[in-house]
């Protein structure tokens, strides 16, 4: 009777855990991955097949992000990290947001060549305001062979009370930070816009569910899908934004 009682308690909280940020689109071998603290990437294309529920002020302000830009491409990166000791999680990655120098030199592997990039090859923040906690940061990042992205940048933190309250998931803390890019010019390969402005998008937020902090990073571009243009849309610029959240959740 302790042995049953004891897997239906695991298998209650890995429930608990796990069943309230995402819906069914999550499948059972992709939460296994979560669940071992692995970066899970997923391909999905449509915003619709997003995995994320709207639990809570974090997750409404990412899925409306996305939606608004109506991508045609789109992937999702999650992780999840145990909240004890990572209690300094938001610190780290809102420095990690905000510290534009890094960007530059990600390294970024490119399938066309078949060998590494700078994902940019260089950034610069071009101005910055503040209004109690929402920044906002224009950059100019570049990126091969697109040239200079226009960039603005914006981060909002809404503060955690970093305590052991809301232990139980349903109950957790409503704090939160939420990051979201965009481009305020065309993209451009060989004098063909590939991408106009405001229709790439990179957003991340970080919350926390219980005892867990939950990473998640969407990136989409809304592009017309033609023979010859699809492949490489999917693989440089949807590349391109996985290998950005998988930067920032990797470098925490």
Partial sequence: MKKILFIFSIFSISLSVFALPFNSELKNDEKKKLEAGEVLIRNIDYPKYMCLEEQNEACKKIIKSINETKPNYLAEVIQIKPYKGNED????????????????GIPYWSEHHQRYWDLYSSSEVLSRREDGNKTWLDTK??????????SPIYIEEEPFSLSNAGKNSGEDDKGYIFYTQTNTNNLKFEGITCVKSYCMKSAIILFRDGDNWILYGAGGVKAPRVPFLTPRIETSFINRIKTFCNFIFTKI
């Fill in 89 to 104: 999680l938001p610190k780290k990655i809102r420095s990690a947001l905000e510290n534009i120098q890094d960007y530059a």
């Fill in 141 to 150: 990042l570049y990126m091969e062979p697109f040239g200079d992205i226009f």
